[in-house]
């Protein structure tokens, strides 16, 4: 699977390389503006050039993806340029895993007030129930794409109209962006329609291809989870579960 990191070169820009496992890495040179709009999934950065506005900066960034120093990595700007995809993958392993389970811990600490939060958002605002459930999975499985169905219902305006069930689509890289479902997102919820009925079930999982798919159900409304991983481990899988159980009750 692709996959981008960004390196500090200096106290105002990033040299972003596009590493492939099937073509040469690409690199450019991009701001501080240019990481909420790139597609970055770690982040290197040199202590020495690290002022407080950067600070600031990581930090919010970090709730996205990794963010570490090259001191943690044994790494310098030069050999960062001459980084092949191989080696790439190696420091990506590494600081993604890390903060995947970081991020595990986290959610473990809090599962109960934030199973409790969600089931006060579910009854009166399902939209950003679902927003919030989206942004929880991916940072928790550290997905490069992960996509998000529900049901939906809008409620009648008049009281000769009857209430509307609408399938909803949440997308999105950085955060939720929901959207309606096209005839092909039609196509794919008519072949997983037979998978639906349990709370968490891992329907479909490719480790070579990092491809995962999970039918849920929450309050009897189906969810189907699509997502692009880089590793789906027992510690996610449990976590997960037990979320949605909770959501359940």
């Known amino acids: 699977m692709d996959f981008s990191l960004a390196y500090l070169k200096n106290s105002e820009q990033f040299v972003l390389k596009s590493f492939s496992p099937d073509s040469k890495s690409q690199s450019k040179i991009i701001n501080f ?20 506005d950067c600070e600031s900066i ?4 970090h709730k996205f993806y990794p963010v570490r120093s090259c001191g943690d990595l044994n790494i310098d700007a030069n050999q960062f340029e001459n980084l092949d995809h191989d080696n790439a993958r190696i420091i990506f392993d590494k600081i993604r895993e890390n903060w995947i389970l970081q991020n595990n811990l986290n959610l473990m600490e809090e599962i109960f007030k934030t199973q409790k939060h969600l089931l006060n958002l579910f009854p009166n605002d399902r939209s950003g129930f679902f927003e919030e459930l989206w942004f929880i999975l991916k940072v928790n499985l550290g997905a490069k794409n992960l996509k998000l169905f529900y049901n939906d219902l809008i409620k009648a305006k008049s009281e000769h109209e009857k209430n509307k069930l609408v399938k909803i689509k949440i997308v999105g890289s950085r955060y939720p962006e929901p959207t309606s479902i096209d005839d092909a997102d039609e196509l794919v919820l008519k072949h997983y329609e037979k998978d639906f009925g349990q709370i968490f079930d891992v329907t479909d999982y490719n480790k070579e291809k990092g491809q995962l798919v999970i039918c849920a159900t929450i309050k009897k409304t189906p969810v189907l989870i699509m997502a692009n991983i880089f590793q789906f481990t027992r510690i996610q899988k449990a976590l ?10």
Request: hydrophobic share 35%; proline share 0%.
């Open 33 to 52: 503006d240019d990481l909420k709009l790139e597609k970055v999934d770690g982040l290197i950065f040199d202590k020495e050039l690290k002022s407080e």
């Open 58 to 61: 990581f930090e919010s960034e």
């Open 240 to 249: 997960l579960t037990s979320l949605f159980e909770g959501l359940n009750q």
